[in-house]
């Protein structure tokens, strides 16, 4: 990676692109799986039926830790954009990144 | 090969060499004065980032009342310059910056720190008998000049950057200046602007000395310039030296660069390597002495090899608490850390570096020059400062007589109808001067420089005798036949800089002998210019100025008498019942 | 002459340079003696005087103070007159290269042009609402706006902060941290007279809104300023118009 | 490729999704603690406005949001612009909106 970019907040930067990405490429799908309900009831449980495999587990638990790492990025972002200036920039990025395992975490824990 | 035949060619109407504080407000005031005017301004960096206005750290002496006056103000330029200043030059300066400050806070935007009760903050620099000088931080310089620049860039003024001036063409006639030589640095090509009227800021600087404090872009071209025309140059003799550079080696460019003033006011000391505290030996005040007994001071303990390991003194602050030394000269104490060194909890290497020139060509108050079309003001003008610039003086001066400039060129410039024809042997001369070192064998420009440097501090430096004048002479005739002799490269002319050293070489050479030649007709000690074999002031009434004047290949150093035109030796404008200084009175 | 001045010169740093002009380039290798006080402008500098002495680099002040001399120096953008070698040097190894998002004029030379462009583009100059007639504005320093200004204002435009800006490198209409930075000093300085122009000024396409708060200037900036601070200050001002004004 | 508008945008969907998802997380985290099956989620939401102005809102607002958070990231990593882009931008809001519409509609109606 180019050495002018391997600080603690751009790489914040970079992981909330990534997600915001990952997050827009994922909708589409998950809501064509939700039409489907209406149009294809039985191919919808067999979906679902099939995230019981561990390996879509891990995947959903990727996904809903992009999500909050993204929410929790999102919301440090417009903290230091609207609120008055603070130097805990460098913890909040952190700090968005553990809450979003934790909350991940829970999610998958409950899922198994 | 570049001849004069396939040289670009520009017309403007008013041009302006440099932008320090000087250039920048010359272009101003000049829009301003003549709007429908074609402004050009050209200078050897980037606009506003080269030169010595931006390296301000002090500030800015005005008198701004409260109990200073422009009379208090006029009486410590005078006697800072030991009787030599030409008065009214001097008088205009105090005066002029009065409305200059108002122009730069309530006009440009410079942005001068404040007393509790929101008024301009204003400290003492030595030799000042009020709390005259207004800044910003210790960063003055760069505020001064960036608000500046701003407002040029956002004018059409049409700007010429990386273009160095080599020559001072006049016209066929030789009655007035036809415009001037450039070589556009990022091409390498020539380039002669034809102009109406032109300023010459370049802002001299004495980098010839070993040791020095002005930015590498600065080497007497000006001054050079207008040497070859004929003009005459006053106070060349007169060298400032600051009496704390710091020393890091002969391997660092940090090396000659100034540690401020204020670290010795605020008690800081300095010492030998004996760890002998030698300044009380020679003044009452010790360290608060004025710059050139302190440099001396210094001088005096190197020459007694005293030294330390890179052949300087060392100042320390460290018994001052390191913590409160790092909270009040946050500045200092970084740029040391950057170059290694710890200024808060340790001793740091210094030495005596060249700061500023006071000489420079002789000019009426107006800026103008003999040479009709040809206007001179800052660093590069003599006069305002006589032996001895106070600190303060040197940004009010660029400042004051840059406006003056852009004005009077305004308004002269409505009489002058027609460019005129440059006289195309000079402006051939000029461009093979430019050209020569490329038809030579190249060699290490560098190690010359270095010699010229070394020779220019050994015998005419900060001490001075006749028999070291003349040794540094005889060197100086050497290194200039030996630089004739050096070649330049020049297969790429394009950000050639190994090619500019040399030009630069050449100013320096050019200059350097008439500072020597000067200090040589100076047989009495003043302000900045001590011989040891005449250590006398000589009487005041009795002052006299130099001027050197180039004709042909000889060099000629006259003396002439300075007018006391406002104020005599002895006299002071200040009243009956004011106190000489008010320092004290006040605290 | 110190005992360890003698040591250290014995030693050689490998320094890699990149040469070239706008048509492309390459680096190239040299060995540079060491020093104890030795600053990355004096390794170019010593370059060009006792080796190779066509290299073009371009320096004034030497004491950081002009912003003239910033350079990538292994792959970071620094003002190199007061960069110490020691502080940066891996593995004897130093690799530089011109300033990164500005074009090259020839080798270390960048052209500044766009940089200064993008300064006035953004309002980041002075508009007075007194004259040389008038006297000096009576400001209490301990104000907020005050303050506010006064933090943002040191910058010495050396536009190491432009280079180490990605969105600089993605999208050339973006103003920049340092121009943002200058107007966000200017947007709390109470003495100047075009707030709404300024705030117009940031918000168009290149404008404010387009810093992704990298960070990349405040980490890099030597002077210690925080442009990012700065363009969320304009971010949420120019947020603020956007209610007032009720487009 | 940002001015006030579009930044402003971005910036109020993202204030609004930031309950929805909570919310829409917390269901799911509770949903799954009992096993999910289509009809498990149809039962709850069907003929809920509640929960078609819930996950609309959404819809509407996550569109917006990603359209112009695509819209940044083509323009600056992928050199798309002017009129292109626009059209992109408005391509990835109008199917993100129509597959999002056609998704609660078919989770809320009867
Ligand atoms: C470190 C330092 C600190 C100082 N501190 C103070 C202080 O606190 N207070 C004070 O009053 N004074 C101070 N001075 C002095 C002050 O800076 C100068 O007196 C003043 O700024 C000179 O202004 P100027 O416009 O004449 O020249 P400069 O500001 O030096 O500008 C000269 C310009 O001419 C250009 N130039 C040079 N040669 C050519 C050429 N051949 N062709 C085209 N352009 C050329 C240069 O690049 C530059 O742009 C200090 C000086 C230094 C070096
Ligand atoms: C729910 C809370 C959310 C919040 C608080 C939020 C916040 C933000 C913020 C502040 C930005 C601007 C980042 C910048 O300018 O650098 C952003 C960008 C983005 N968001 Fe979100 N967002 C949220 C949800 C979503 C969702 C659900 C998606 C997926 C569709 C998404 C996709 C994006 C994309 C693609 C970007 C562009 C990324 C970039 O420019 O680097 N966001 N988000
Ligand atoms: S903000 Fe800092 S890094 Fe950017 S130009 Fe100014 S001084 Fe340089
Ligand atoms: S690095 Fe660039 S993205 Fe913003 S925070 Fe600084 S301007
Ligand atoms: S040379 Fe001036 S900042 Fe480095």
Redesign the pocket.
């Known amino acids: 990676m180019n050495r002018h970019r391997t600080h603690t907040l751009w790489i914040a930067f970079i992981l909330h692109r990534f997600s915001g990405v990952a997050l827009v490429l994922f909708l589409p799908l998950h809501f064509y799986l939700l039409s489907m309900v209406l149009t294809d009831p039985e191919t919808v449980d067999q979906l679902l039926h099939w995230t019981k495999h561990p390996l879509v587990k891990v995947a959903e638990f990727g996904l809903v830790f992009l999500l909050s790492v993204h929410i929790f990025g999102g919301l440090r972002l417009m903290a230091l954009e609207f609120l008055p200036w603070a130097s805990w920039q460098k913890t909040m990025a952190a700090f968005s990144v553990a809450v979003s395992f934790l909350i991940s975490c829970t999610f998958y824990l409950s899922a198994v | 090969m570049t001849t004069r035949q396939n040289i670009d060619r520009h017309d403007t109407d008013i041009l302006i060499?440099?932008?320090?504080?000087?250039?920048?407000f010359a272009a101003l005031h000049a829009q301003r004065t003549a709007p429908d005017k074609k402004i050009t301004i050209?200078?050897?960096?980037l606009i506003?980032k080269?030169?010595?206005?931006?390296?301000?750290?002090?500030?800015?002496?005005v008198a701004l009342g409260q109990g200073d006056s422009v009379e208090r103000h006029f009486m410590d330029t005078i006697q800072g310059g030991k009787w030599l200043p030409n008065q009214d030059m001097a008088w205009k300066l105090c005066e002029t910056a009065v409305v200059r400050v108002r122009e730069l806070e309530n006009e440009i935007g410079c942005f001068f720190d404040r007393n509790e009760d929101g008024t301009l903050h204003q400290k003492a620099?030595a030799g000042q008998t009020f709390d005259r000088?207004v800044?910003k931080g210790d960063l003055?310089?760069i505020e001064i000049?960036n608000r500046l620049m701003e407002q040029v860039l956002s004018r059409p003024i049409e700007k010429l950057q990386e273009?160095?001036?080599?020559g001072l063409i006049p016209s066929k006639d030789g009655t007035a200046l036809a415009g001037v030589l450039?070589i556009d640095m990022r091409t390498g090509g020539f380039r002669f602007v034809r102009a109406k009227t032109v300023l010459m800021?370049?802002?001299?600087?004495p980098t010839m000395y070993k040791y020095h404090?002005?930015?590498g872009?600065?080497?007497m071209?000006?001054l050079a310039?207008a040497l070859r025309r004929g003009l005459p140059l006053r106070d060349m003799e007169m060298v400032q030296f600051?009496p704390t550079g710091l020393l890091g080696g002969a391997g660092t460019k940090m090396t000659g660069?100034?540690l401020e003033e204020g670290l010795r006011g605020a008690g800081g000391i300095l010492l030998n390597n004996h760890e002998h505290r030698f300044m009380f030996d020679v003044d009452e005040r010790g360290e608060r002495a004025t710059r050139d007994i302190v440099s001396r001071g210094i001088y005096a303990e190197m020459r007694k090899n005293n030294t330390s390991p890179n052949g300087g003194v060392y100042i320390s602050m460290s018994h001052l608490g390191p913590d409160n030394v790092r909270k009040k000269f946050p500045g200092m104490v970084k740029r040391c850390a950057d170059s290694g060194f710890d200024l808060a909890g340790d001793k740091v290497e210094v030495v005596p570096t060249a700061?500023?020139f006071m000489g420079g060509v002789v000019v009426d108050p107006d800026t103008r020059t003999d040479l009709r079309g040809l206007y001179v003001?800052?660093?590069?003008a003599g006069g305002a400062h006589g032996s001895n610039?106070l600190?303060?003086?040197?940004?009010?001066?660029?400042t004051v007589y840059?406006g003056v400039a852009g004005d009077v060129m305004g308004k002269d410039i409505q009489s002058f109808n027609a460019l005129h024809e440059p006289d195309e042997t000079i402006l051939d001369e000029e461009i093979s001067r430019a050209l020569h070192p490329l038809s030579r064998k190249p060699a290490n420009i560098q190690t010359l420089r270095n010699r010229l440097m070394d020779v220019m501090w050994d015998e005419v430096g900060v001490l001075r005798t006749e028999k070291g004048i003349l040794r540094g002479l005889a060197a100086l005739d050497d290194i200039t036949s030996e630089l004739s002799e050096l070649g330049v490269d020049g297969g790429n002319l394009a950000f050639n800089l190994t090619w500019h050293d040399w030009i630069n070489l050449q100013?320096l050479c050019e200059i350097s002998k008439v500072i020597a030649s000067a200090a040589l007709s100076r047989e009495n000690s003043r302000g900045a210019h001590f011989r040891e074999d005449f250590p006398e002031s000589g009487s005041m009434e009795s002052s006299y100025f130099t001027v050197a004047r180039q004709k042909g290949d000889e060099l000629n150093v006259a003396r002439e008498q300075v007018e006391f035109t406002i104020v005599k030796p002895g006299e002071t404008l200040l009243k009956d019942n004011e106190a000489e200084s008010m320092l004290e009175a006040i605290k | 002459m110190s005992a360890a001045g003698e040591k250290t010169k014995l030693k050689n740093i490998n320094v890699s340079v990149w040469r070239g002009d706008s048509a492309g380039g390459t680096f190239q290798n040299y060995a540079v003696p060491a020093q104890e006080s030795q600053t990355i402008l004096d390794v170019v500098a010593w370059i060009q005087q006792n080796q190779d002495p066509t290299l073009s680099y371009r320096y004034?002040c030497r004491?950081g103070m002009c912003g003239s001399c910033a350079m990538m120096v292994n792959g970071q953008p620094r003002w190199t007159c007061r960069t110490h070698v020691q502080k940066v040097i891996k593995k004897n190894k130093l690799v530089i290269a011109p300033l990164r998002n500005l074009p090259v004029i020839k080798d270390l030379a960048t052209n500044m042009d766009e940089f200064f462009d993008k300064w006035v583009r953004a309002e980041g100059v002075f508009h007075p609402t007194r004259t040389r007639d008038d006297e000096i504005e009576k400001i209490n320093p301990e104000t907020s706006k005050r303050a506010r200004a006064n933090a943002a204002i040191e910058c010495i435009n050396c536009a190491v902060c432009y280079a180490s800006c990605d969105v600089v490198s993605s999208n050339k209409d973006y103003l920049g941290p340092a121009a943002l930075n200058r107007a966000w000093s200017l947007v709390n300085d109470v003495r100047d007279g075009a707030l709404d122009q300024r705030l117009d000024a940031v918000s168009k396409s290149g404008g404010c809104h387009n810093c992704h708060s990298q960070h990349g200037c405040v980490k890099f900036c030597p002077n210690e300023l925080n442009p990012t601070a700065a363009i969320a200050g304009l971010k949420l001002e120019t947020a603020k118009t956007m209610f007032r004004r009720r487009r | 490729m940002l001015d006030l508008r579009l930044y402003m945008a971005q910036r109020l969907t993202a204030l609004i999704m930031v309950p929805l998802t909570f919310g829409h997380i917390a269901v799911m985290i509770y949903a799954i603690e009992g096993g999910l099956s289509a009809a498990e989620i149809l039962s709850r939401t069907k003929g809920s406005l509640a929960w078609a102005l819930f996950y609309g809102t959404f819809v509407v607002a996550v569109s917006i949001h990603g359209a112009i958070g695509l819209r940044v990231i083509m323009f600056e990593t992928f050199d798309l612009k002017g009129r292109p882009l626009s059209i992109f931008s408005w391509a990835v809001f109008l199917s993100l909106l129509y597959l999002g519409a056609r998704a609660v509609y078919a989770v809320t109606t009867t």
Do not use: W
């Open positions: 060499l440099g932008t320090g504080g000087a250039g920048l050209a200078v050897k960096g506003g080269c030169g010595c206005t931006r390296m301000v750290q002090g500030g800015y002496n620099f000088t800044h003055t310089g000049i273009h160095r001036a080599i450039f800021a370049t802002g001299g600087g404090t002005p930015s872009d600065k080497t071209d000006g310039m600051h660069t100034v700061h500023y003001a800052g660093e590069d610039r600190g303060g003086n040197g940004v009010a001066n660029s840059g100013s | 004034a004491v």
